[in-house]
């Protein structure tokens, strides 16, 4: 993929010295105005004059400003005790004007809009980042110091608080879900610096994903350009349905495909930094893979549905005694469809929460209650990993060469004692077990959801998945101790 083809994150206007100019989208959330009624609207109305009319107090023009101290360029080499070195030295040293090293503020511009009458404005993480001062501009001009209540770089959400006397003019988040293709928005914000621009488009797609774990864009033709990072994308009732983050651009400018984080993942993450300053995700302790149709095969299932857990490593799974090669159909009573499915329904749940976690397993379905951890502080662990290294050659199956983990071996790859498998040390390049991923160096620890540790081991899981008429055979696959379901055909 090219470079013109690339989603990156809005990247603010800088001052100062820092001008590059980057494509950007802006994140709105559906809202109604705290000062007034929301208005119904079910078709394009003959303007939008209305609708930017009272929404548009509660959009707000954020300056941040940043001290930076960064080298801007070299002093000229003179010989010692040339007068021109004396020169230099009062014209660049520490109290010259030409200083490289002496600080400079640089300034960045975005977009935000406020959520509360007492002054809380939603704006992008990147928008503020590394900011040591955060200045808010008003609609009606009026510009007062907002200070940071916390970030999640994860769905690039910051939230800021203003301190004023009066209430302020809001907007509420809306539905994001209930957005279709073709429906009518609204972008507000702060495009290349120039304040409180309105443009209007329609949703053009939905889901989309760009690079984070918990993606959930709606894709906009409505023009969003540098500046317009962290502003809101309104429907025609006035709600916010998304925050303007990012835009698919070749040269930095709009070209109708912009992005905007779904409001229904804003508002949850809004809502845990309001309360605790920081995100709180629920978290199920397990690896996971989609399920492929081959796979889906390879275990007796009616279609590719559901999360395949990998691995299970100490966690409130493990505890639950969820296992690897369990298939995850369904979280909390909604059903699972794909691994990133759970992933998001497992960070929207609270901490703490037992839940009802149902998998297939052998063909059966078994349900189980899980307590859930805190995702945060699961991802500060810290675990030790170690590299696979090949083994001598010892037999060819399925066009993989295979040899059985010995003591010596396991040791070298850094496994622990006991531990068992087959070692592959050889894909041939024209295999299915190459075009699904398989390379040398990997370890085969199941067959079947069997385990396996001897290459009698899997020749019999071989045949039994013959025997049962099926077209794969499930390996578990662990890459530098990373476990990976793979189907490989066996007829």
């Given at each position: 993929?090219?470079?013109?083809?690339?989603?990156?994150?809005?990247?603010?206007?800088?001052?100062?010295?820092?001008?590059?100019?980057?494509?950007?989208?802006?994140?709105g959330?559906?809202?109604?105005?705290g000062?007034?009624?929301?208005?119904?609207?079910?078709?394009?109305?003959?303007?939008?004059?209305?609708?930017?009319?009272?929404?548009?107090?509660?959009?707000?023009?954020?300056?941040?400003?940043?001290?930076?101290?960064?080298?801007?360029?070299?002093?000229?080499?003179?010989?010692?005790?040339?007068?021109?070195?004396?020169?230099?030295?009062?014209?660049?040293?520490?109290?010259?004007?030409?200083?490289?090293?002496?600080?400079?503020?640089?300034?960045?511009?975005?977009?935000?809009?406020?959520?509360?009458?007492?002054?809380?404005?939603?704006?992008?993480?990147?928008?503020?980042?590394?900011?040591?001062?955060?200045?808010?501009?008003?609609?009606?001009?009026?510009?007062?110091?907002?200070?940071?209540?916390?970030?999640?770089?994860?769905?690039?959400?910051?939230?800021?608080k203003?301190?004023?006397?009066?209430?302020?003019?809001?907007?509420?988040?809306?539905d994001?879900?209930?957005?279709?293709?073709?429906?009518?928005?609204?972008?507000?914000?702060?495009?290349?610096?120039?304040?409180?621009?309105?443009?209007?488009?329609?949703?053009?797609?939905?889901?989309?994903?760009?690079?984070?774990?918990?993606?959930?864009?709606?894709?906009?033709?409505?023009?969003?350009?540098?500046?317009?990072?962290?502003?809101?994308?309104?429907?025609?009732?006035?709600?916010?349905?998304?925050?303007?983050?990012?835009i698919?651009?070749?040269?930095?400018?709009?070209i109708?495909i912009?992005?905007?984080?779904?409001?229904?993942?804003?508002?949850?993450?809004?809502?845990?930094?309001?309360?605790?300053?920081?995100?709180?995700?629920?978290?199920?302790?397990?690896?996971?893979?989609?399920?492929?149709?081959?796979?889906?095969?390879?275990?007796?299932?009616?279609n590719?549905?559901?999360?395949?857990?990998?691995?299970?490593?100490t966690?409130?799974?493990?505890?639950?005694?969820?296992?690897?090669?369990?298939?995850?159909?369904?979280?909390?009573?909604?059903?699972?469809?794909?691994?990133?499915?759970?992933?998001?329904?497992?960070?929207?749940?609270?901490?703490?929460q037992?839940?009802?976690?149902?998998?297939?397993?052998?063909?059966?379905?078994?349900?189980?209650?899980?307590?859930?951890?805190?995702?945060?502080?699961?991802?500060?662990?810290?675990?030790?990993?170690?590299?696979?290294?090949?083994?001598?050659?010892?037999?060819?199956?399925?066009?993989?060469?295979?040899?059985?983990l010995?003591?010596?071996?396991?040791?070298?790859?850094?496994?622990?004692?006991?531990?068992?498998?087959?070692v592959?040390?050889?894909?041939a390049?024209?295999?299915?077990?190459?075009?699904?991923?398989?390379?040398?160096?990997?370890?085969?620890?199941?067959?079947?959801?069997?385990?396996?540790?001897?290459?009698?081991?899997?020749?019999?899981?071989?045949?039994?998945?013959?025997?049962?008429?099926?077209?794969?055979?499930?390996?578990?696959?662990?890459?530098?101790?990373?476990?990976?379901?793979?189907?490989?055909?066996?007829?």
């Open positions: 993929m090219t470079a013109s083809m690339l989603s990156v994150p809005t990247e603010p206007r800088r001052r100062g010295g820092l001008a590059g100019l980057f494509p950007v989208i802006l994140l959330v559906a809202v109604a105005l000062t007034g009624v929301p208005f119904r609207a079910n078709a394009a109305p003959d303007s939008f004059a209305d609708l930017s009319q009272k929404v548009s107090p509660a959009v707000v023009n954020i300056t941040t400003t940043t001290t930076v101290t960064a080298p801007i360029g070299g002093n000229p080499v003179f010989p010692e005790g040339s007068p021109f070195g004396d020169l230099f030295k009062d014209f660049n040293g520490p109290n010259g004007p030409n200083n490289p090293l002496a600080p400079r503020e640089s300034n960045a511009l975005g977009s935000g809009f406020v959520i509360s009458a007492d002054g809380y404005i939603v704006t992008n993480n990147h928008v503020i980042e590394d900011a040591d001062q955060i200045e808010i501009e008003f609609f009606s001009g009026e510009r007062m110091p907002a200070k940071l209540v916390g970030t999640d770089p994860k769905t690039d959400i910051a939230l800021l203003v301190e004023n006397t009066e209430a302020l003019p809001f907007v509420a988040f809306g994001s879900d209930v957005m279709r293709v073709g429906d009518w928005v609204l972008a507000v914000g702060n495009p290349l610096g120039q304040g409180f621009s309105v443009s209007a488009g329609i949703i053009s797609a939905r889901n989309r994903e760009l690079s984070g774990t918990y993606d959930d864009y709606l894709q906009t033709d409505a023009a969003i350009n540098r500046g317009n990072s962290g502003g809101p994308l309104f429907n025609l009732d006035g709600e916010v349905v998304g925050v303007n983050t990012a698919l651009s070749p040269n930095g400018g709009s109708g912009g992005f905007s984080m779904a409001s229904n993942v804003v508002s949850k993450v809004v809502a845990q930094l309001q309360e605790f300053g920081a995100t709180r995700r629920g978290w199920l302790g397990v690896k996971i893979q989609d399920v492929t149709p081959d796979m889906a095969e390879a275990l007796g299932l009616g590719a549905r559901g999360a395949m857990v990998s691995d299970v490593p966690g409130p799974s493990l505890d639950a005694g969820i296992k690897a090669g369990d298939v995850i159909t369904s979280f909390d009573g909604g059903e699972v469809r794909n691994s990133r499915d759970l992933v998001r329904r497992v960070a929207d749940a609270p901490v703490g037992e839940v009802a976690v149902v998998v297939m397993r052998g063909g059966e379905t078994v349900t189980l209650k899980v307590t859930l951890g805190q995702r945060e502080l699961a991802e500060g662990e810290s675990a030790a990993e170690t590299e696979a290294t090949p083994v001598p050659t010892t037999r060819s199956l399925l066009g993989l060469t295979l040899a059985p010995t003591p010596q071996t396991a040791g070298e790859m850094g496994l622990p004692a006991g531990a068992q498998g087959l592959i040390t050889e894909v390049s024209d295999s299915e077990a190459y075009q699904r991923g398989l390379r040398a160096g990997d370890l085969i620890t199941e067959a079947g959801q069997r385990p396996v540790a001897t290459l009698r081991d899997l020749d019999a899981r071989i045949e039994e998945a013959r025997a049962a008429g099926r077209k794969s055979v499930l390996l578990l696959i662990r890459r530098d101790g990373e476990p990976r379901f793979v189907a490989l055909p066996v007829v």
